[in-house]
C-alpha cells in the first residue's frame, strides 16, 4: 500500500470516528453542543463548512516549516479560542474570510503544492476538523504527497487528536497559558492548560521526535510554541517545566517575543514583552535541553511582518 492510500484510508477512519462529534458539536473542549450542520452556533461561530481568509506561502514561519520556498498555509476563519489580543482578530473574531466547499479547500492545498510549497500548513484547525478531513480525502487522491501541519492554538479535542494519528505529519500548537487565572481573563477558558496539556502529550506520544530532511524542512515531528506575555514570565516559567517534564525531549520548542497588543488586549497587556523578560524564559527554555530550540530576540519592537492585515491581498510583508 502506497503512503497516499494509507493516509486515505486513516482518513476515512478519522471521518467515521468524529463526523458522529458535529450533530452536537464536541469537537473541541467547548463542548457548545450545537448541530454544526444546522448553524454556527457555537463559540467558533463556525457552521459545517470551512471558511478561508488566505491560501498563500508563508516566508515567516520558523525556518524549518517556511524552508526557502513557503510553507503552503491555509488560515482559517472562526477560531474555538478567540483571545482577547489576538493577532488575527480580524478572522478568529470577525470572521472576515469566506465558506469553501470541501472541493474549494482540497483545490487549494494541491494549487499551493503545485506553487512549490514545503507542506500543507493549518491555520486555526481545531474547529473545522471536518471539512479538513473531507477536503484532505480529495486532495489525496488528487496526488497531494506534503506534510500536512497542525498549527493550533493547543485547544483541541482529545478525541480529535487521537483521530489524527498518521494523517498529520507535523504538529504545531500553541501552549499559550498554565494558570487558569490568565486563560480565563484572556480568552474565557479557565481549563486551557488542562485541555490544551493533554492534547499536547498526546501530539507527543505519535509525533516524539523533530525530524528534518536534508533540505532543512521538518517532514515530521512536533514544534510546541509559546508567546511570552508581557509581566506572565512567571507563567511562562511553569509552562515550560512542564514541557521539560512531560514531552518528549526530541520535540522543537518555539519561544516567541513577537506579542503586540492587538484588538480588546487589557491595560496590563498594553505592552511589549521586555528584553528581562525575554532573556528569563529563553534561559529556562535552553536548560531543557530539547531537540530544537527556535529563539525570536529580534522581535522586542513590532516587526511589520510579524502583524498581518488580511484585508489586504498580500497580509504579511516579508522581509
Ligand atoms: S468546535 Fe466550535 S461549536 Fe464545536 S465545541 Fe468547539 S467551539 Fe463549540
Not at 486515505?8 to 453542543?33: H, Q
Not at 488542562?194 to 492534547?199: D, F, H, P, R, V
Not at 498526546?202 to 508581557?230: C, F, K, N, W, Y
Request: hydrophobic share 40%.
Amino acid at each position: 500500500m502506497t503512503a497516499a492510500a494509507r493516509k486515505i484510508e486513516l482518513v476515512g477512519r478519522a471521518l467515521d470516528r468524529l463526523s458522529p462529534l458535529e450533530k452536537s458539536c464536541t469537537l473541541c473542549p467547548r463542548d457548545c453542543r450545537v448541530d454544526r450542520t444546522a448553524g454556527a452556533g457555537g463559540v467558533c461561530r463556525t457552521g459545517g463548512l470551512a471558511s478561508v481568509s488566505h491560501a498563500l506561502l508563508h516566508f515567516g514561519e520558523e525556518p524549518v516549516i517556511s524552508g526557502r520556498s513557503g510553507s503552503g498555509t491555509i488560515f482559517f476563519t472562526g477560531c474555538n479560542l478567540k483571545c482577547l489580543f489576538c493577532q488575527n482578530y480580524q478572522l478568529s473574531w470577525l470572521l472576515e474570510g469566506r465558506p469553501v466547499s470541501d472541493e474549494d479547500l482540497a483545490a487549494m492545498m494541491l494549487d499551493l503544492q503545485a506553487r512549490g510549497a514545503r507542506n500543507i500548513n493549518l491555520v486555526s484547525p481545531s474547529h473545522v476538523a471536518l471539512p479538513i478531513l473531507r477536503a484532505l480525502r480529495l486532495a489525496l487522491e488528487g496526488g497531494l504527497a506534503l506534510p500536512l501541519v497542525w498549527n493550533s492554538n493547543g485547544y483541541d479535542g482529545l478525541e480529535v487528536i487521537r483521530a489524527l494519528e498518521g494523517i498529520v505529519d507535523i504538529y504545531l500548537p500553541d501552549l499559550k497559558y498554565h494558570s487558569a487565572g490568565l486563560s480565563g481573563r484572556y480568552s474565557a477558558a479557565p481549563d486551557y492548560f488542562e485541555k490544551a496539556s493533554q492534547a499536547v502529550k498526546e501530539m507527543s506520544l505519535q509525533q516524539p521526535a523533530l525530524d528534518i530532511g536534508p533540505d532543512g524542512t521538518a517532514r515530521r515531528g512536533l514544534i510546541v510554541r509559546h508567546l511570552i506575555l508581557p509581566g506572565a514570565v512567571e507563567d511562562t516559567l511553569l509552562l515550560l517545566d512542564w514541557v521539560g517534564r512531560n514531552l518528549s525531549p526530541f520535540i522543537g520548542l518555539s519561544l516567541m517575543s513577537q506579542y503586540h497588543p492587538c484588538f480588546r488586549a487589557p491595560e496590563e497587556i498594553q505592552r511589549g514583552v521586555a528584553a528581562d523578560e525575554y532573556r528569563r524564559a529563553a534561559d529556562a527554555a535552553l536548560a531543557l535541553g530539547l531537540e530544537q530550540l527556535f529563539l525570536q530576540p529580534q522581535a522586542f519592537q513590532a516587526d511589520e511582518h510579524l502583524m498581518p492585515d488580511f484585508r489586504k491581498e498580500k497580509p504579511f510583508r516579508w522581509k
